[in-house]
């Protein structure tokens, strides 16, 4: 069952004043527009390891891919890359110690957080009890009704006379790279370059995290196409199953693992119309070809 539990206002932790306190001379404008926002804690090494394990000893979990970002810089800048700003509803993936998030809602915006692991939605849940910039859901985001959740959070706010001005992703870098012939090139790559314009922005070096992973990461920016950008296809669920397919047989020669779609000696004479050889491989093919090629066998 989904768990979407708006942080409350009410659970804010700053003290109220009691009526038996002294009474207090009133704060400088200036002070008071400052304090109405809280001040960042910053997400280094020991802030990390003491919120994991504030709620008993906590060992990151490999096959979660628990490894958490130590440097707030680097969230800075991944927010301004996505150039998030006031009002603006962010969809983030896996929270964990709600580094990225802290930003992000100090930008202003409104933060939809996805996780898994109990641990983490509970702990990011209390560092951030104050505001109700933040939604958390428990919940595995690869099962999970994303646009229901975006589209009511969207409504909700919409009754309230508030305009969000758009919806964005925490996506995952390793989407990015999509050069031709090489063992990362996949059906993904192809799927991101048909929906956006993804742009690689900067590496974010491995001593950044914790524990520290084996590989580097990078940000990459997706911006995303209006529809009448959209490569032209007559049907992207038949582009996508015949780009699946191709790759299905990575090693295998398109002659051969299109075969169900149409004859082997007219995906030949296709892929000489695009200009490939008629022993091409997935890994042959751009964007642009898969698309030609798709319409040419689709409308034999
Ligand atoms: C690499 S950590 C990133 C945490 C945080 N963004 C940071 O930079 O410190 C990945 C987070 O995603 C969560 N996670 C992994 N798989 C998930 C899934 N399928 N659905 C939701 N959250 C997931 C993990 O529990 C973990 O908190």
Do not use: W
Not at 47 to 57: C, E, H, Q, V, Y
């Amino acid at each position: 069952m989904l768990s979407i539990t708006p942080t409350s206002p009410s659970l804010r932790p700053c003290a109220r004043p009691r009526l038996s306190d002294p009474p207090r001379p009133p704060l400088p404008v200036v002070a008071a527009a400052a304090t109405s926002r809280r001040k960042r804690s910053e997400d280094d090494y020991h802030a990390t390891i003491k919120s994991l394990n504030s709620k008993g000893r906590y060992t990151p979990r490999k096959s979660l891919g628990q490894h958490y970002m130590l440097n707030s810089s680097i969230n800075e800048a991944l927010s301004n890359v996505a150039e998030v700003e006031d009002g603006d509803v962010v969809l983030e993936i896996g929270p964990g110690t709600g580094s990225l998030t802290n930003v992000l809602i100090d930008a202003g915006a409104t933060v939809i957080a996805i996780e898994k692991d109990p641990h983490m939605a509970m702990l990011v849940r209390d560092r951030f009890g104050y505001t109700d910039q933040l939604v958390v859901l428990q919940e595995d985001f690869t099962k999970c009704h994303i646009h229901s959740h975006l589209s009511s959070l969207l409504e909700n706010k919409n009754s309230i006379g508030i305009k969000p001005r758009y919806a964005k992703d925490e996506t995952a870098s390793r989407l990015a790279d999509c050069s031709l012939r090489t063992s990362e090139y996949r059906p993904i790559n192809i799927f991101v370059n048909f929906y956006s314009d993804p742009e690689y922005k900067f590496k974010v070096e491995r001593t950044n995290f914790f524990p520290q992973p084996n590989v580097d990461a990078a940000v990459i920016k997706f911006t995303l196409k209006q529809v009448v950008d959209y490569p032209p296809v007559a049907s992207p669920k038949s582009f996508f199953s015949m780009v699946n397919s191709a790759f299905n047989g990575k090693r295998k020669m398109l002659r051969r693992s299109l075969q169900h779609i149409c004859p082997s000696l007219e995906i030949e004479a296709a892929l000489k119309n695009v200009g490939l050889p008629v022993t091409a491989r997935p890994q042959d093919l751009t964007l642009d070809d898969f698309v030609k090629l798709h319409n040419l066998i689709t409308q034999l």
